[in-house]
């Protein structure tokens, strides 16, 4: 069982920064694939990061050159620091892990991010 509890969101300013972080329990986060998934009002959740046991990421296109994923494994937390916000980055943002098989779904309980002027 992994439990996850994000943090960071907040209202921002378009084209300003936020840093968000995910906290995990237990000690098998070095082992973990983590990722940062956001839901819009009305839209469908929407993988944004990714970032592998080894270090690798991935992103989605929208977000490319302005988001970075990060982990730090002393911490067993992960991180996605958001530069250039744009309003249609507004969304709850979540972090998730399918666990060390792959096979499991752990969700933290979300954190709002609002760009608005």
């Known amino acids: 069982q992994v439990q996850l509890v994000e943090s960071g969101g907040g209202l921002v300013q378009p084209g300003g920064s936020l840093r968000l972080s995910c906290a995990a329990s237990g000690s098998i986060f070095s082992f973990l694939a983590m990722d940062w998934y956001r839901q819009a009002p009305g839209k469908q959740r929407e993988l944004v990061a990714t970032i592998t046991s080894g270090g690798s990421t991935n992103y989605v296109d929208s977000v490319k050159g302005r988001f970075t994923i990060a982990r730090d494994n002393a911490k067993n937390t992960v991180y996605l620091q958001m530069n250039s916000l744009k309003p249609e980055d507004t969304a709850v943002y979540y972090c998730?892990?399918?666990?060390?098989?792959?096979?499991?779904?752990?969700w933290g309980q979300g954190t709002q991010v609002t760009v608005s002027s």
């Open positions: 998730h892990t399918s666990g060390v098989r792959r096979i499991a779904d752990y």
